[in-house]
């Protein structure tokens, strides 16, 4: 099995919504003068721009970014094809970088990368239709409580209004016998290279009010209209997602604009809760404010030398 390299180091920079993940990466992609990797699941999406707080051109145009702009929304993309994607896009990198950046909220999808991932079970139509129906039957609320019942560890992660990711916990447990949160506790596989993760975050008024100024931005910006423009897509996957969901319930007439938006905060602001909950148990993560530049370079250059010197443990 390979060693990690003296000379090639993933950096990894996590944390939740809003804290400020893409500018502190691109900070350090300038000071290292190497590449960005997004690991957040919905920035892949060209259709999806403003509802993602996706970096925009000149922050693009500061540092490489892949897996921005990569796919669309009716591609079936996923964390096993992250992680093979993703590992040969950061080879590249290291052919011509002894750094590269791995940067974004999503814990599985970082996860995926730096140890690995199970394969799940295959799909059984069966299983899904059946719960697809008391999905229809008995509404989300129904599909989160069992889930919440069946597999808590799963259920602290999940996105829980996303209706097609807690229905995949189900089946995958009715399929195998075995919970979700079972598949995300693999043997880890030794990646060849130094993996330093630094997480970031904020004192929780600050991150809510960022989150609250965030999505009134994103208003502004034009993220109803980008958001009526995905109707035909809706189903899909990729938008099944806080920021998107709720507006179209706005389109259907369910809500008023106004709670749409409301919700919006108060979901965002519970995602960047179970964020941190994630990230929270690793206990290999570096935690700093997102201002702290220097003092991120002074450990990651501490962690690359140490790195470098002879291994005289056991």
């Known amino acids: 099995m390979n060693k990690p390299s003296a000379q090639k180091t993933l950096i990894v920079i996590a944390g939740p919504t809003a804290v400020g993940k893409t500018a502190l990466a691109i900070e350090l992609a300038k000071h290292y003068q190497t590449e960005i990797v997004s690991a957040d699941s ?53 052919e011509t970088h002894d750094k590269a950046i791995l940067a974004g909220g999503s814990g599985l999808y970082i996860k995926a990368i730096c140890e690995g991932f199970d394969a799940l079970p295959p799909v059984d139509v069966e299983v899904r239709n059946e719960l697809n129906a008391l999905y229809a039957e008995k509404g989300l609320k129904y599909l989160q409580e069992r889930l919440k019942t069946e597999d808590p560890g799963y259920f602290e992660q999940v996105d829980e209004h996303n ?13 195998s016998g075995k919970l979700m949160s079972s598949f995300h506790t693999a043997n880890v596989k030794e990646r060849p290279f130094k993996i330093v993760k630094i997480g970031l975050n904020l004192p929780r008024e600050l991150l809510y009010q960022r989150i609250n100024m965030r999505v009134d931005a994103m208003v502004r910006q034009g993220l109803i209209d980008e958001v009526k423009g995905l109707l035909p897509y809706r189903d899909y996957n990729a938008l099944n997602t806080v920021g998107y969901t709720e507006i179209f319930d ?15 905060k108060q979901n965002t602001r519970r995602f960047a809760k179970r964020q941190l909950t994630w990230f929270n148990k690793d206990k290999s993560m570096h935690w700093f404010a997102p201002n702290q530049l220097k003092a991120i370079i002074e450990l990651i250059d501490k962690e690359t030398n140490e790195n470098s010197r002879p291994n005289t443990e056991k």
């Open 42 to 94: 919905r920035q892949y999406y060209r259709e999806m721009a403003i509802g993602t707080a996706k970096p925009d051109a000149d922050e693009l145009s500061q540092a490489k970014h892949h897996f921005v702009n990569s796919h669309s929304v009716t591609d079936s993309y996923n964390v096993g094809d992250f992680e093979t994607d993703g590992l040969k896009v950061i080879d590249q990198i290291f």
């Open 163 to 175: 209706p097609q990711r807690i229905i995949r916990a189900l089946e995958v447990m009715k399929t």
């Open 250 to 264: 706005y389109f259907d007439g369910t809500t008023s604009l106004e709670d749409a938006i409301a919700l919006i």
